[in-house]
């Protein structure tokens, strides 16, 4: 593996890097005091940052099918998934953030030209948003075959029925169209082939929002997380993606980069989480001398570092191996940095919050916020305990045939 960024990349990083430092930090404070006027709309200046985003070309950067974006390979698109998640509403001025970035992926790989036409032109050129409905409250959705929402054939239409919860991005008044996953053929008795996945406009009649969920105490907004009910939800049968009993091959296909975006992201937090607690503990005077003079707090920078670079290295392999080989044959790689990538962020973010006191809990830093982030993300894309398993079963059986 070549760890030198090519030409391109490297002019990608700088550009992004003077865009985030011009305009998205000092903007950061200016979003949230936006959000409080309008909760689940779009903040100025936000919309302001995108047009300016689009104007310098730093957009769509995670498509990696360039007639729709970039072009760029997963270890391409690493570092600046990285530079992105150091601001949790970065991702969005730069058009990358999920879940319309999974969606735009799948309609790219699996949409109709029917489906491209109206529904991933709309959201490449950032004019919308959208939501992937999956999780159901009534089941274990860590096992995705248990999911109960019916998608039944109904002469030229599907009715769908069914309840989903934290709904990630639903809330958002731009959000327009959800790719939800269901089942068409519950007697199946495969039951990898019972799903699938099929577009549902927000606006369609039976769709109905019950409340935002959050997340220790979040909203998440303007993006939030939505609670639905789908009551005899009726849309044409060309909505389906794909074709029925493929929805776990559709969510085969999406999940792979959406978790190597997920970490890169979590590792642009956890860096910006060490650099504050280095400027804060040579800031802090406790006992008469900075807080860095003491050996805990040292050690704690030290482990931080550490731990991130070694996330850093591993979920850059799993690119590496996915870009070369696939993502089937790096599966075990997406599930190691799956594994340690929200756990890192985690503890480095907890660390960081120790050391900014009391302040580090509240809304003055990022670190509260992002350490909501990071939890959540060991139960999105799949919850640690499903990788470990699953990880596990596969090295026992290689190692213990030998």
Same mark, same amino acid.
Request: aromatic residues 6%.
């Given at each position: 593996?070549?760890?030198?960024?090519?030409?391109?990349?490297?002019?990608?990083?700088?550009?992004?890097?003077?865009?985030?430092?011009?305009?998205?930090?000092?903007?950061?404070?200016?979003? +949230?005091?936006?959000?409080?006027?309008?909760?689940?709309?779009?903040? %100025?200046?936000?919309? #302001?940052?995108?047009?300016? @985003?689009? &104007?310098?070309?730093?957009?769509?950067?995670?498509? %990696?099918?360039?007639?729709?974006?970039?072009?760029?390979?997963?270890?391409?698109?690493?570092?600046?998934?990285? #530079?992105?998640?150091?601001?949790?509403?970065?991702?969005?001025?730069? =058009?990358?953030?999920?879940?319309?970035?999974? =969606?735009?992926?799948?309609? /790219?790989? !699996?949409?109709? %030209?029917?489906?491209?036409?109206?529904?991933?032109?709309?959201?490449?050129?950032?004019?919308?948003?959208?939501?992937? @409905?999956?999780?159901?409250?009534?089941?274990?959705?860590?096992?995705?075959?248990?999911?109960?929402?019916?998608?039944? *054939?109904?002469?030229?239409? !599907?009715?769908?029925?069914?309840?989903?919860?934290?709904?990630?991005?639903?809330?958002?008044?731009?959000?327009?169209?959800?790719?939800?996953?269901?089942?068409?053929?519950?007697?199946?008795?495969?039951?990898?082939?019972?799903?699938?996945?099929?577009?549902?406009?927000?606006?369609?009649?039976?769709?109905?929002?019950?409340?935002?969920?959050?997340?220790?105490?979040? $909203? $998440?907004?303007?993006?939030?997380?939505?609670?639905?009910?789908?009551?005899?939800? *009726?849309?044409?049968?060309?909505?389906?993606?794909?074709?029925?009993?493929?929805?776990? #091959?559709?969510?085969?296909?999406?999940?792979? %980069?959406?978790?190597?975006?997920?970490?890169? *992201?979590?590792?642009? &937090?956890?860096?910006?989480?060490?650099?504050?607690? @280095?400027?804060?503990?040579?800031?802090?005077?406790?006992?008469?001398?900075?807080?860095?003079?003491?050996?805990?707090?040292? #050690?704690?920078? /030290?482990?931080?570092?550490?731990?991130?670079?070694?996330?850093?290295?591993?979920?850059?392999? /799993?690119?590496?191996?996915?870009?070369?080989?696939?993502?089937?044959?790096?599966?075990?790689?997406?599930?190691?940095?799956?594994?340690?990538?929200? &756990?890192?962020?985690?503890?480095?973010? $907890?660390?960081?919050?120790?050391? +900014?006191?009391?302040?580090?809990?509240?809304?003055?830093?990022?670190?509260?916020?992002? !350490?909501? !982030?990071?939890?959540?993300?060991?139960?999105? $894309?799949?919850?640690?305990?499903?990788?470990?398993?699953?990880?596990?079963?596969?090295?026992?059986?290689?190692?213990? @045939?030998?």
């Amino acid at each position: 593996m070549n760890f030198e960024y090519s030409e391109r990349v490297t002019e990608l990083l700088e550009r992004l890097r003077a865009f985030m430092a011009e305009h998205v930090y000092p903007a950061e404070k200016t979003f +949230h005091q936006q959000l409080q006027q309008d909760r689940w709309g779009e903040p %100025p200046v936000l919309r #302001e940052l995108k047009a300016k @985003a689009r &104007q310098a070309e730093l957009w769509n950067l995670f498509m %990696p099918d360039a007639r729709f974006g970039a072009g760029l390979t997963n270890l391409e698109y690493a570092p600046l998934a990285e #530079e992105m998640g150091r601001v949790l509403f970065a991702p969005e001025v730069f =058009n990358c953030s999920a879940p319309d970035t999974g =969606n735009m992926e799948v309609l /790219a790989q !699996y949409g109709s %030209p029917e489906q491209q036409e109206r529904w991933l032109q709309p959201l490449l050129k950032g004019e919308i948003r959208s939501a992937f @409905a999956m999780t159901e409250p009534a089941v274990a959705s860590s096992d995705a075959t248990n999911i109960e929402t019916s998608i039944v *054939r109904d002469g030229e239409d !599907y009715v769908i029925n069914g309840h989903k919860f934290y709904i990630s991005g639903v809330l958002n008044r731009r959000c327009k169209v959800l790719i939800l996953m269901g089942k068409t053929d519950a007697e199946n008795p495969d039951r990898y082939r019972q799903q699938s996945q099929i577009l549902v406009p927000v606006d369609t009649p039976g769709v109905r929002i019950i409340r935002p969920m959050t997340v220790f105490g979040y $909203d $998440d907004a303007p993006e939030g997380h939505g609670e639905i009910i789908f009551d005899n939800v *009726r849309v044409p049968a060309q909505n389906l993606i794909l074709g029925e009993g493929r929805g776990f #091959e559709i969510a085969q296909g999406r999940l792979g %980069p959406g978790r190597i975006h997920h970490c890169m *992201r979590l590792i642009g &937090q956890a860096q910006r989480a060490l650099e504050m607690m @280095a400027r804060r503990c040579e800031e802090r005077i406790a006992f008469g001398r900075p807080l860095s003079k003491q050996g805990s707090v040292r #050690e704690d920078i /030290a482990k931080s570092a550490c731990e991130i670079e070694q996330a850093r290295l591993l979920t850059l392999k /799993a690119a590496d191996q996915m870009d070369r080989h696939g993502n089937k044959a790096a599966k075990e790689l997406i599930a190691m940095i799956k594994i340690v990538a929200p &756990q890192m962020a985690c503890n480095v973010i $907890d660390r960081a919050i120790q050391i +900014h006191g009391a302040a580090g809990l509240g809304q003055d830093f990022a670190l509260a916020h992002q !350490y909501a !982030y990071a939890r959540a993300i060991r139960l999105a $894309d799949g919850p640690d305990q499903v990788h470990m398993m699953q990880l596990g079963r596969n090295l026992a059986a290689r190692y213990g @045939a030998n």
